[in-house]
């Protein structure tokens, strides 16, 4: 089973600032890695999969990168509705299952 | 346009069944993969089941054996049978969808989720 771990769990910035969040996988998910943002009482929202293609509608400030076991999603310039959780995720073949990490929290500093 | 809407949720004593429905519009569930995704209050997501558009399903080992999850491609709809339901069940239930795409892991549309509570 391949375990994902996230850091760091709470990043406090300002906006207008640049955030990097990183997810680590336990052994090789090649790219296949998807994040996603999830802000209070809603659903999570895909913006990366593939590691680095963002999804459909999603604002080119958000980036990601890596390959292998590790993994980084970069907000270029927070802008206020950017404060939410980001989360990370992948599958596993065998057993077949699919894992989040335990998320990212950006906050207000 | 794809939505997603979940409904069946609510507050079930342990022990009991319950069962969620995800009504579909926009696409035909039979041909994407579709999951059940939860969140217990204030902590992180969790994959539930998953069913594939060949009709294979898994489930993850927190609910295997007390979860079925299953679809109605006449009525497009995604359902979650869960039995011997415990309090650590209790949580927001989301169905998510798969892309379709020969290697799918991740989910491009969400639901907006149902509560399950398991109190007594």
């Known amino acids: 089973e391949i375990v994902l771990t996230q850091s760091p769990a709470t990043l406090s910035l300002s906006p207008g600032e640049r955030a990097t969040l990183s997810c680590r996988a336990s052994?090789?998910?090649?790219?296949?890695l998807a994040w996603y943002q999830q802000k209070p009482g809603q659903a999570p929202r895909l913006l990366i999969y593939?590691?680095?293609n963002r999804a459909t509608g999603i604002s080119a400030r958000f980036s990601g990168s890596g390959s292998g076991t590790d993994f980084t999603l970069t907000i270029s310039s927070l802008e206020p509705e950017d404060f939410a959780v980001y989360y990370c995720q992948q599958r596993s073949n065998w057993p077949l299952l699919f894992t989040f990490g335990p998320g990212t929290k950006v906050d207000i500093k | 346009e794809v939505q997603l809407v979940e409904s069946g949720g609510g507050l079930i004593q342990p022990g009991g069944s319950l069962r969620l429905s995800c009504a579909a519009s926009?696409?035909?569930?039979?041909?994407?993969?579709m999951s059940w995704v939860r969140q217990a209050p204030g902590k992180g997501l969790e994959w539930v089941s998953v069913?594939?558009?060949?009709?294979?399903?898994y489930y993850a080992d927190s609910v295997k054996g007390r979860f079925t999850i299953s679809r109605d491609n006449s009525k497009n709809t995604l359902y979650l049978q869960m039995n011997s339901l415990r309090a650590e069940d209790t949580a927001v239930y989301y169905c998510?969808?798969?892309?379709?795409?020969?290697?799918?892991?991740?989910?491009?549309?969400w639901g907006q989720g149902t509560l399950v509570t398991v109190s007594s």
């Open positions: 069913i594939y558009s060949d009709g294979a399903i």
């Open positions: 052994q090789s998910v090649s790219s296949h």
């Open positions: 998510a969808r798969g892309p379709m795409i020969v290697v799918g892991y991740y989910f491009d549309y």
């Open positions: 926009g696409f035909t569930v039979s041909s994407n993969y």
């Open positions: 593939d590691a680095s």
